[in-house]
């Protein structure tokens, strides 16, 4: 499923689409390292203190 959000960035709204969403450990960093090939994109990380898990959710910018 691919959802499609939007951010409003310096008063101007950008779009992006949600390509990826996952759980993981709550020590696992590696989704903040990542190599975009100069795309724009976002990632979202989220805690759950009880199941100490993160919900990572990683977008691109869409263009119009």
């Known amino acids: 499923m691919i959802l499609y ?3 409003i960035y310096h008063g101007k ?3 992006y689409s949600v390509y ?3 759980e ?3 020590n696992n ?3 903040i390292h990542q190599d975009t090939e100069g ?3 976002v990632t979202l990380i989220t805690c759950n203190n ?3 898990k993160r919900r ?3 977008a691109t910018e869409k263009k119009d």
């Open 5 to 7: 959000q939007y951010l």
């Open 13 to 15: 709204k950008v779009n």
């Open 20 to 22: 990826e969403s996952f």
């Open 24 to 26: 993981t450990d709550y």
């Open 29 to 31: 960093l590696d989704c």
């Open 39 to 41: 795309k724009k994109e």
């Open 50 to 52: 009880i199941k100490n």
């Open 56 to 58: 990572v959710i990683k």
